[in-house]
């Protein structure tokens, strides 16, 4: 079985195909995955392999070991570009998740203040207003929508929730209005006999409405680059992608950027 990627909680810096030099934030435990969502796709593997021993890290301790790790790259010259939520789980699952943004926002300020500061989000929580209003304070947050039909959304995504749908989520990213960044993955594949394709037309003409009603200030298409739990996944072609964002561009005059 595939497994989680990040062994601590402070991760890199690596370098992020999206973001440049990231410095990654892990609010999941260390030796297992917490998450809403349990992607085919996702590199730290499914959600069966279970949340570990370890517990979530404490509000004190991402704050201790960010400021060693970035105190540390200052004394060594090391360049930041970003420094990024993800890990092996959904973050904004952290009970502190709010609290540590404003500690990782102060401590970036006064080691790297030129550096971003971005949050790597599946969009499931954004119905609290403290996970909304954190990731109001941040310089990229980055909402996943695979898709804007809510079967391929179970199918790829495999909300824990059952009540997740489309809808209700599209109605939640207009509080990101002009100023969030959507996420959406491209792939093709199959899983347990049923086909995986969210690049047809009908796909993307669904996630055109879905962009245009939720105006974001940018679009992120991409596709995969590592390993996935899922083994009949298949990347979809860089020039592809470049053809589906000059349409998208095109119907909705919304930025898109193709990683």
């Not at 949340?51 to 991402?62: E, M, N, T």
């Not at 304070?137 to 898709?147: A, E, F, G, H, Q």
């Not at 809510?150 to 207009?174: H, I, Q």
């Amino acid at each position: 079985m595939q497994r989680i990627l990040f062994h601590s909680t402070i991760f890199g810096p690596i370098h992020s195909r999206r973001l440049g030099t990231s410095l990654g934030v892990n609010l999941s435990p260390a030796d297992g995955k917490v998450c809403s969502f349990d992607c085919l796709y996702c590199e730290a593997g499914f959600n069966s392999q279970g949340a570990g021993s370890a517990g979530l890290p404490s509000r004190a301790d991402v704050s201790r070991l960010l400021e060693e790790k970035l105190a540390a790259m200052r004394a060594d010259g090391v360049s930041l570009d970003v420094i990024t939520f993800s890990g092996n789980g959904e973050p904004t699952l952290h009970p502190h998740f709010a609290d540590i943004v404003d500690d990782t926002l102060r401590l970036r300020d006064c080691y790297f203040p030129m550096a971003k500061v971005s949050v790597l989000t599946n969009s499931t929580r954004i119905d609290r207003p403290d996970v909304v209003a954190a990731l109001k304070r941040v310089d990229n947050n980055i909402l996943k929508l695979d898709s804007a039909i809510d079967a391929t959304v179970s199918l790829v995504d495999r909300p824990n929730a059952a009540s997740f749908n489309v809808a209700g989520l599209l109605e939640r990213l207009k509080e990101f209005s002009g100023t969030g960044i959507i996420q959406t993955m491209m792939l093709r594949g199959e899983w347990e006999g049923r086909c995986i394709d969210n690049t047809t037309p009908l796909e993307v003409e669904a996630l055109i409405e879905a962009y245009r009603a939720v105006s974001p200030k940018e679009i992120m298409l991409y596709s995969l680059d590592r390993a996935t739990p899922a083994k009949s996944l298949v990347k979809v072609p860089q020039e592809e992608l470049e053809a589906i964002a000059a349409r998208i561009t095109e119907a909705t005059g919304i930025p898109v950027k193709v990683n």
